[in-house]
Protein backbone atom coordinates (compact mmCIF):
# COMPACT_ATOMS: atom_id res chain seq x y z
CA UNK A 1 0.00 0.00 0.00
CA UNK A 2 1.03 3.73 -0.53
CA UNK A 3 1.69 3.87 3.79
CA UNK A 4 1.86 2.20 6.77
CA UNK A 5 -2.00 1.20 7.70
CA UNK A 6 -3.13 -0.06 11.24
CA UNK A 7 -6.56 -1.32 12.28
CA UNK A 8 -8.72 -1.05 14.45
CA UNK A 9 -7.71 2.77 14.77
CA UNK A 10 -9.21 2.99 18.14
CA UNK A 11 -10.25 0.04 20.56
CA UNK A 12 -11.86 0.43 23.82
CA UNK A 13 -11.42 -2.88 26.20
CA UNK A 14 -12.37 -3.85 29.31
CA UNK A 15 -9.96 -4.40 31.67
CA UNK A 16 -8.48 -8.41 31.39
CA UNK A 17 -9.45 -9.25 28.01
CA UNK A 18 -7.07 -9.81 25.29
CA UNK A 19 -6.56 -7.68 22.31
CA UNK A 20 -4.86 -7.71 19.31
CA UNK A 21 -3.32 -4.99 16.87
CA UNK A 22 -3.01 -5.13 13.24
CA UNK A 23 0.30 -3.78 11.21
CA UNK A 24 0.20 -3.71 7.46
CA UNK A 25 3.40 -2.29 6.49
CA UNK A 26 4.72 -1.09 2.75
CA UNK A 27 4.71 -3.72 0.58
CA UNK A 28 8.51 -4.68 0.06
CA UNK A 29 9.54 -2.97 3.50
CA UNK A 30 11.91 -5.70 5.47
CA UNK A 31 11.70 -4.11 8.85
CA UNK A 32 8.95 -3.44 11.01
CA UNK A 33 8.98 -2.05 14.28
CA UNK A 34 6.09 -1.39 17.18
CA UNK A 35 6.35 1.63 19.24
CA UNK A 36 3.60 2.73 22.09
CA UNK A 37 3.03 6.61 23.48
CA UNK A 38 1.00 6.95 26.51
CA UNK A 39 -0.57 10.53 26.99
CA UNK A 40 1.29 13.33 26.82
CA UNK A 41 4.94 11.03 26.48
CA UNK A 42 7.22 10.24 24.02
CA UNK A 43 7.54 6.83 22.66
CA UNK A 44 8.38 4.06 23.74
CA UNK A 45 10.13 1.22 21.64
CA UNK A 46 8.55 -2.52 21.99
CA UNK A 47 10.24 -4.91 19.34
CA UNK A 48 11.75 -5.08 16.30
CA UNK A 49 11.35 -7.32 12.91
CA UNK A 50 13.44 -7.71 10.51
CA UNK A 51 13.36 -10.02 7.54
CA UNK A 52 12.95 -13.77 8.86
CA UNK A 53 15.75 -13.33 11.57
CA UNK A 54 14.35 -14.03 15.13
CA UNK A 55 12.66 -10.22 16.55
CA UNK A 56 14.01 -7.73 19.10
CA UNK A 57 11.82 -8.15 21.59
CA UNK A 58 13.94 -5.76 24.27
CA UNK A 59 11.11 -3.46 24.70
CA UNK A 60 8.36 -5.32 25.43
CA UNK A 61 7.07 -4.11 28.80
CA UNK A 62 5.93 -7.89 30.54
CA UNK A 63 5.02 -11.36 29.07
CA UNK A 64 1.80 -10.72 28.22
CA UNK A 65 2.45 -8.66 25.70
CA UNK A 66 3.27 -10.91 22.29
CA UNK A 67 3.86 -10.01 18.37
CA UNK A 68 4.55 -12.02 14.96
CA UNK A 69 5.15 -11.26 11.66
CA UNK A 70 3.21 -13.52 8.88
CA UNK A 71 5.44 -14.04 5.81
CA UNK A 72 7.41 -11.08 6.32
CA UNK A 73 4.74 -8.74 6.19
CA UNK A 74 1.39 -8.23 8.14
CA UNK A 75 2.00 -8.35 11.98
CA UNK A 76 -0.28 -8.68 15.38
CA UNK A 77 0.72 -7.46 18.44
CA UNK A 78 -0.82 -8.87 20.98
CA UNK A 79 -1.49 -7.66 24.62
CA UNK A 80 -3.34 -10.86 26.75
CA UNK A 81 -5.31 -10.13 30.04
CA UNK A 82 -5.37 -5.96 29.57
CA UNK A 83 -4.41 -3.51 32.17
CA UNK A 84 -5.22 -0.23 32.60
CA UNK A 85 -1.58 1.31 32.43
CA UNK A 86 -2.21 -0.53 28.71
CA UNK A 87 -4.00 2.22 27.57
CA UNK A 88 -1.87 4.31 24.64
CA UNK A 89 -1.45 4.81 21.00
CA UNK A 90 0.32 1.86 19.56
CA UNK A 91 2.48 2.97 16.66
CA UNK A 92 3.80 0.73 13.76
CA UNK A 93 6.65 1.84 11.47
CA UNK A 94 8.23 0.30 8.93
CA UNK A 95 11.34 1.19 6.62
CA UNK A 96 12.89 -0.41 3.72
CA UNK A 97 16.16 -2.05 5.57
CA UNK A 98 17.29 -1.53 8.75
CA UNK A 99 19.35 1.29 8.29
CA UNK A 100 18.69 5.41 8.32
CA UNK A 101 18.89 5.98 4.38
CA UNK A 102 15.11 5.33 4.03
CA UNK A 103 13.82 6.75 7.15
CA UNK A 104 10.78 5.31 9.28
CA UNK A 105 7.58 5.79 7.72
CA UNK A 106 4.79 5.26 10.60
CA UNK A 107 1.12 4.58 10.52
CA UNK A 108 -1.57 6.61 12.21
CA UNK A 109 -1.54 4.05 15.29
CA UNK A 110 -4.40 2.77 17.15
CA UNK A 111 -5.69 4.09 20.30
CA UNK A 112 -6.35 1.66 22.82
CA UNK A 113 -8.01 2.52 26.13
CA UNK A 114 -8.77 -0.30 29.04
CA UNK A 115 -11.57 0.64 30.80
CA UNK B 1 22.28 6.52 21.17
CA UNK B 2 23.83 10.05 22.51
CA UNK B 3 21.53 11.99 24.30
CA UNK B 4 19.92 14.80 23.39
CA UNK B 5 18.46 18.58 24.56
CA UNK B 6 15.27 19.65 22.96
CA UNK B 7 13.46 22.98 24.09
CA UNK B 8 10.56 21.49 25.54
CA UNK B 9 8.51 24.53 23.58
CA UNK B 10 8.88 27.00 20.64
CA UNK B 11 6.63 29.59 19.05
CA UNK B 12 6.52 31.31 15.60
CA UNK B 13 4.86 33.13 13.48
CA UNK B 14 3.03 31.96 10.41
CA UNK B 15 5.86 33.15 7.55
CA UNK B 16 8.54 33.38 9.36
CA UNK B 17 11.59 31.00 9.50
CA UNK B 18 11.37 28.14 12.78
CA UNK B 19 14.93 27.61 13.72
CA UNK B 20 14.73 24.67 16.14
CA UNK B 21 17.88 23.82 18.24
CA UNK B 22 19.49 20.33 19.34
CA UNK B 23 21.95 19.68 21.26
CA UNK B 24 23.92 16.22 21.36
CA UNK B 25 27.43 16.93 22.88
CA UNK B 26 28.06 13.83 23.58
CA UNK B 27 27.86 12.42 19.80
CA UNK B 28 29.96 10.14 18.24
CA UNK B 29 31.68 9.82 14.98
CA UNK B 30 29.67 7.16 13.58
CA UNK B 31 26.35 8.96 14.80
CA UNK B 32 24.05 10.72 12.55
CA UNK B 33 21.25 13.55 13.32
CA UNK B 34 17.80 12.93 12.59
CA UNK B 35 14.92 15.23 12.79
CA UNK B 36 11.18 13.64 12.88
CA UNK B 37 7.71 15.17 13.52
CA UNK B 38 4.97 14.43 15.12
CA UNK B 39 1.57 16.38 13.84
CA UNK B 40 -1.67 15.75 16.47
CA UNK B 41 -2.96 12.38 16.18
CA UNK B 42 -0.69 11.14 13.70
CA UNK B 43 2.70 9.26 13.99
CA UNK B 44 5.89 10.54 13.50
CA UNK B 45 7.09 11.68 9.83
CA UNK B 46 10.69 11.43 9.12
CA UNK B 47 12.10 15.01 8.21
CA UNK B 48 15.60 14.96 7.15
CA UNK B 49 19.13 13.41 8.79
CA UNK B 50 23.06 14.78 8.25
CA UNK B 51 26.28 13.54 9.66
CA UNK B 52 28.26 17.23 9.53
CA UNK B 53 27.38 18.51 6.25
CA UNK B 54 24.76 20.89 6.25
CA UNK B 55 21.35 19.12 4.56
CA UNK B 56 18.75 20.95 2.34
CA UNK B 57 15.57 19.00 1.25
CA UNK B 58 11.72 20.21 0.54
CA UNK B 59 10.57 19.92 3.94
CA UNK B 60 13.59 21.46 6.15
CA UNK B 61 16.99 22.19 6.46
CA UNK B 62 19.65 20.71 8.84
CA UNK B 63 22.88 22.84 10.26
CA UNK B 64 25.39 21.09 11.89
CA UNK B 65 27.85 22.52 14.11
CA UNK B 66 31.70 21.66 12.95
CA UNK B 67 32.42 20.27 16.27
CA UNK B 68 28.62 18.31 15.57
CA UNK B 69 27.59 19.08 19.47
CA UNK B 70 24.44 20.65 18.53
CA UNK B 71 22.30 21.17 15.42
CA UNK B 72 19.38 23.19 13.86
CA UNK B 73 16.75 22.04 11.92
CA UNK B 74 15.30 25.23 10.02
CA UNK B 75 11.49 25.47 8.79
CA UNK B 76 12.28 28.52 6.42
CA UNK B 77 8.75 29.83 5.68
CA UNK B 78 6.43 27.99 8.86
CA UNK B 79 2.92 27.15 8.27
CA UNK B 80 -0.39 27.05 10.63
CA UNK B 81 0.62 23.46 9.52
CA UNK B 82 3.97 23.14 10.78
CA UNK B 83 2.90 22.77 14.69
CA UNK B 84 3.57 19.25 15.98
CA UNK B 85 6.01 18.29 18.14
CA UNK B 86 9.94 17.95 16.77
CA UNK B 87 12.23 15.36 17.67
CA UNK B 88 16.04 15.27 17.24
CA UNK B 89 17.39 11.67 17.48
CA UNK B 90 20.55 10.45 17.04
CA UNK B 91 21.82 6.99 16.37
CA UNK B 92 24.76 4.89 14.68
CA UNK B 93 24.26 3.36 11.50
CA UNK B 94 25.39 -0.39 12.03
CA UNK B 95 26.37 -2.24 9.40
CA UNK B 96 25.15 -5.59 11.38
CA UNK B 97 22.61 -5.61 14.06
CA UNK B 98 20.20 -3.46 15.14
CA UNK B 99 19.19 -0.05 16.75
CA UNK B 100 16.14 1.15 17.54
CA UNK B 101 14.88 5.23 17.48
CA UNK B 102 14.90 6.42 20.59
CA UNK B 103 12.46 9.49 21.10
CA UNK B 104 12.97 12.10 23.54
CA UNK B 105 10.23 14.52 24.09
CA UNK B 106 10.66 16.65 21.79
CA UNK B 107 10.22 19.92 21.22
CA UNK B 108 6.74 21.52 20.96
CA UNK B 109 6.46 23.99 17.74
CA UNK B 110 3.01 26.63 17.84
CA UNK B 111 2.73 28.71 14.78
CA UNK B 112 0.82 31.37 14.99
CA UNK B 113 -1.42 33.21 12.55
Known amino acids: GAGVSQSPSNKVTEKGKDVELRCDPI?????LYWYRQSLGQGLEFLIY????????KSGLPSDRFSAERTGGSVSTLTIQRTQQEDSAVYLC?????????????FGSGTRLTVV | DAKTTQPPSMDCAEGRAANLPCNHS???????VYWYRQIHSQGPQYIIH???NNETNEMASLIITEDRKSSTLILPHATLRDTAVYYC??????????????FGTGTRLLVSP
Open chain 1, 93 to 105: ASSLVEGFTYGYT
Open chain 2, 26 to 32: TISGNEY
Open chain 2, 89 to 102: IVRAVLNTGFQKLV
Open chain 1, 27 to 31: SGHTA
Open chain 1, 49 to 56: FQGNSAPD
Open chain 2, 50 to 52: GLK
